[in-house]
């Protein structure tokens, strides 16, 4: 990279971006160094699944968290991203076993465990490094010397660790009970892994006769299939309508068993008959109250949802096959009272979008009241902190009423489970070692045959991928991490879990911050999605536009929290944004005679200059702040502003007859100030567009090796220039007056005008003439305090601190004057009035801040004075 000021013609991202990032990471810029003299700043990237493929929803969350680690290690932080891949334990095991069914027509089963992980391995070393790779394209500055696996050596050893560890505190159990089963993936879920949709069902009324009676009880059910395992009918214990009958035996319609009549005070009075089935086998609920009345469970269903040996005549249809035929023999038998329409909540797989069943089901599962606590604490006092702070509600509310996790899965790809059961005495040892011989009576062991839930390992991702269980330099070092950076919909599966814990094995908080993101929607609001093909590559988007556009617009529509919408158009807008800085910079660097990049001394600074510097301090301390504050997207739409509006649009044009003119004395400083400003903001963009700004710089007369590793710019009380900031709005506003008036009269811009200037500061206009000159086609500028020597008819512009006229016979006729006059009065009078109303609502005036109060004012005496300018000049044009 070296410095060369024959830049290219047009920027072209493909000729750029794969070249620079080859080089940052050829010369270790992306490495982070245990550094004592240095703060640490870490962020662990959410890993993506090794079956995933880069979608919107990858760059949006990897570009927010580039942008914060590139302005971090600006700023001189020892700054590290550590990078990773899932496992995906249900992910991936589906997609091997499709293409094991496809390619050979082979089952897992055929092949056997251990050879079926070894095609899983063999599929994750082709097709694993996919997404990483395409995160490079996205300009990922992770430090890929330390890119992790969740079931790398490493971390399968913490997550042994931690199994046993909570084992022996008695905070992990085996045990049969209800659990959320996908009949599909044929596996458990834990209650995060369910979601829930509206769906149109029905409620059907059933009678259950009370036996050696015509007296019977009406039940209403969504799920007529699961009454096959039903052990009781509960009513509440002050339902007078049942008192009789508590204790009594009904007869199960359709199977015939004898079940009692139970009282519970779960049972709600008032919802629908007052009468509850009760199946422990098959509902959350009913299991709780089963176990208060020492009820049997029948579990009537096998893992794929079909009816097992229990069901009857019913055994080996599917659950929804056997529904119909219940209620077809309900409705023959006299049985079925009414169908009534009904939408209900029901539960899907996250995955694959089955209707899951609960069951009741042995399974391994972690006790979450006791760790939750300290989760809770470490958020409620601020410890870490949610960005937005509303979905610290939403953290709070699901971990003070969690449930225990279960965490055991009927899978073959993953940790599988350290839990070993001895064929001779019975025997359950757990341990983080293999063992092949019973530690009690010396038998043969078997392994538990389920893997861990793939977010069991996940949760244990802030410090097992910085080398825990063991004491690492880079653990004491870089624990906590900084800042989580996520959406909105993993908090319950990840983000809950990462800092429970982190305060149960390491004793602190996994993050200081979790800065919660929304997901990128299409034009028209929708959720991206395979079935509605609406999903956007972004890789596709790099290809036609370049990293940095996308990355642009991805920053720019960003509000924390907030879902955002995807438009082509604002990518083409940012490609022509860059476009813009490339053509700005390629002007200054085609008008360089400097090979220093300093500011001159300030006595040698023109208004002009000042301005600009003044403006571009201002610039240097609002983005910190907001980046400070996690707005990401109010930081780079303030670049973007000074950029394109005051350094490309103002600035540059108010120094060219500077540098086109060799004789004048002021030319190099023009430079100076030019590439000054022009690096340094280059400096502030480069975390949201990282090549284009690197390209630019190192064309600039620049000291160092890359623009990643320059110090992020400072404040500069010295550069902070009020008086010319003020008189340059002055000058400015006056210019745009004028280019505004020669617009409306459709002037062309060929055509100069001489222009009189009356000001009570006459000295700012004074020393702007040249700009009226260059910026607003004026022939000739004439600075008065009075309007001595005016033409009668010259047109008039009013703006702040002057009016400004124009001989008229340079621009139109008197009578379109005149119109144009009218039509500005009208709107300056419609000002007032919205002003003055404002100040005379007293609501206004009491809930109001002072200084809104006081700026409302100001406005109202700046418009009244400029509409007794424009009515004075209607008055001399009519006369």
């Known amino acids: 990279m070296e410095e060369n000021n024959n830049i290219a013609k047009t920027y072209d991202p493909q000729q750029v971006e794969d070249r620079l990032y080859q080089e940052w990471i050829e010369k270790g810029y992306f490495k982070a160094e245990v550094d004592v003299q240095k703060e640490p700043f870490t962020i662990v990237i959410p890993p993506p699944n090794v079956t995933g493929q880069l979608h919107m929803g990858h760059a949006l969350d990897e570009t927010l968290q580039d942008i914060l680690i590139r302005w971090k290690r600006m700023q001189g932080y020892s700054a590290l991203w550590l990078p990773g891949t899932d496992h995906a334990g249900i992910a991936t095991q589906i997609k091997v076993e499709e293409m094991l069914r496809k390619e050979e027509g082979l089952t897992r089963y055929d092949l056997g465990r251990e050879k079926f992980l070894e095609r899983v391995w063999d599929w994750k070393h082709t097709y694993g490094n996919r997404i990483i790779n395409q995160l490079k394209k996205l300009g990922s500055s992770c430090d890929w010397s330390r890119e992790r696996f969740t079931m790398d050596e490493g971390c399968s050893k913490a997550v042994r660790e931690v199994f046993v560890n909570l084992y022996e505190k008695g905070l992990i159990y085996q045990g049969n009970r209800i659990i959320n089963w996908c009949p599909n993936c044929i596996t458990a879920l834990s209650d995060a892994e369910v979601e829930y949709e509206e769906k149109a069902g029905h409620f059907w009324y059933i009678k259950y006769y009370v036996k050696d009676s015509d007296e019977f009880i009406t039940i209403a059910t969504t799920r007529p299939e699961t009454m096959l395992g039903d052990t009781a009918v509960a009513v509440h214990p002050d339902d007078e309508r049942y008192q009789h009958l508590i204790g009594k035996t009904l007869i199960l319609p359709l199977v015939n068993r004898e079940i009692p009549v139970i009282a519970d005070e779960y049972v709600e009075k008032e919802f629908g008959t007052g009468a509850v089935k009760i199946t422990p086998a098959h509902d959350p609920n009913d299991f709780e109250v089963g176990m208060r009345h020492n009820l049997p469970q029948i579990k009537v269903m096998n893992d794929d949802a079909t009816i097992n040996q229990h069901g009857g005549k019913y055994e080996g249809l599917d659950r929804y096959e056997a529904r119909k035929a219940i209620i077809e023999d309900l409705t023959g038998a006299g049985l079925l009272l009414q169908t009534k329409d009904h939408v209900h909540n029901v539960g899907q797989c996250y995955r694959c979008r089955t209707i899951v069943e609960p069951i009741t089901s042995k399974q391994w599962f972690v006790k979450m009241k006791p760790l939750a606590e300290a989760a809770i604490e470490v958020v409620k006092d601020g410890t870490t902190q949610f960005v937005p702070e509303r979905f610290s509600k939403i953290y709070l509310n699901w971990m003070e009423n969690v449930h225990d996790w279960c965490i055991s899965r009927q899978l073959w790809w993953g940790h599988r489970i350290p839990a070993f059961y001895c064929e001779a005495c019975g025997e359950t040892i757990v341990s983080k070692e293999d063992i092949t011989a019973c530690s009690k009576c010396g038998g043969k062991v078997k392994q538990d045959d389920d893997v861990l839930d793939t977010w069991f390992s996940s949760a244990l991702w802030p410090f097992s991928t910085l080398g825990w269980p063991d004491e690492t330099e880079d653990l004491k070092y870089f624990y906590p991490t900084s800042v989580l950076v996520t959406g909105y919909d993993i908090i319950f599966f990840w983000v809950a879990r990462m800092i429970f814990s982190g305060m149960e094995h390491m004793n602190q908080e996994p993050f200081k911050h979790v800065f919660i993101h929304g997901i990128v929607r299409d034009s028209e609001g929708r959720k991206m999605s395979k079935s509605l093909g609406n999903g956007i590559d972004p890789l596709e988007v790099i290809e036609k536009y370049g990293a940095d556009a996308l990355r642009f617009t991805l920053a720019t529509g960003n509000s924390p929290g907030n879902d955002m919408r995807f438009y082509w158009e604002r990518v083409e807008s940012s490609r022509n944004f860059a476009n813009k800085i490339w053509n700005a910079s390629r002007f200054v660097l085609m008008n360089l005679e400097i090979s220093e990049n300093k500011l001159p001394d300030q006595n040698q600074l023109m208004l002009e200059d000042k301005w600009i510097l003044s403006r571009y301090n201002n610039v240097v301390k609002e983005v910190t702040d907001n980046l400070d504050k996690f707005e990401l997207g109010i930081a780079v739409q303030k670049l973007y502003d000074f950029i394109w509006d005051e350094f490309c649009d103002w600035y540059i044009e108010m120094v060219k007859p500077r540098l086109y003119d060799k004789e004048s004395q002021s030319r190099l400083e023009a430079q100076h100030v030019l590439t000054y400003v022009l690096s340094n903001t280059l400096k502030l963009l480069h975390p949201f567009m990282p090549f284009i700004s690197e390209e630019i710089w190192q064309h600039l007369p620049h000291e ?120 500005e009065r009208k709107n300056l009078e419609k000002e007032v009035q919205r002003v003055n109303g404002k100040l005379n609502n007293a609501g206004f005036i009491s809930k109001a801040p002072q200084h809104v109060v006081d700026e409302e004012k100001e406005k109202g005496r700046k418009y009244e004075e400029m509409l007794a300018k424009v009515v004075e000049r209607l008055e001399s044009l009519k006369k």
């Open 704 to 823: 160092g090796e890359s623009i990643m590793i320059s110090c992020w710019p400072k404040y500069d009380e010295k550069l902070n220039f009020d008086k010319e900031e003020k008189q340059m709005t002055l000058i400015m506003s006056a210019i745009k007056s004028v280019r505004n008036v020669r617009a409306e009269m459709n002037v062309v811009p060929s055509r100069k005008a001489k222009l009189h200037i009356v000001a009570s500061d006459s000295d700012t206009f004074q020393s702007g003439k040249m700009f009226f000159e260059k910026l607003a086609g004026a022939s000739e500028v004439i600075v008065a305090k009075d309007r001595e020597g005016i033409p009668a008819d010259a047109v008039s512009v009013v703006t702040e601190g002057a009016e400004i006229f124009i001989p008229l016979d340079d621009l139109v006729d008197k009578a379109k004057e005149i119109e144009r006059l009218e039509k």
